[in-house]
């Protein structure tokens, strides 16, 4: 992964307040059957990060959660097949915008 790259998979890092310095770099968790990448746009720092994986860690069957701050990019883990509806409502709860979802 990327310096920029981002995972946030514990409970307690996700209620943590980040102000970007931490720079964690986890790989995402290997129990995810699906994996979906999401353009967002407006996303700048560690709290960027910590707010947009706590709402997608809130749709159902979310499993991991990756973001890379200077691509915009958002991978998302999950058991169940994810509603781009569920996704677009999520990052706009986060305060951010979904530009779409990536291919491949």
């Known amino acids: 992964m990327s310096e920029n790259t981002v995972t946030v998979e514990s409970a307690a890092t996700e209620a943590s307040s980040c102000c970007g310095s931490c720079g964690t770099d986890a790989a995402p968790a290997t129990g995810s059957a699906l994996t979906s990448a999401f353009q967002v746009k407006g ?45 677009a409502a999520a990052i706009d709860e986060a305060g951010y915008d979904l530009v779409g979802r990536l291919d491949g």
């Open 43 to 87: 996303m700048t720092c560690g709290h960027c990060v910590t707010s947009v994986t706590a709402e997608l860690k809130k749709i159902d069957g979310v499993t991991d959660v990756a973001v890379d701050l200077t691509s915009g990019k958002v991978t998302v883990g999950s058991t169940l097949a994810l509603a781009d509806s569920d996704v």
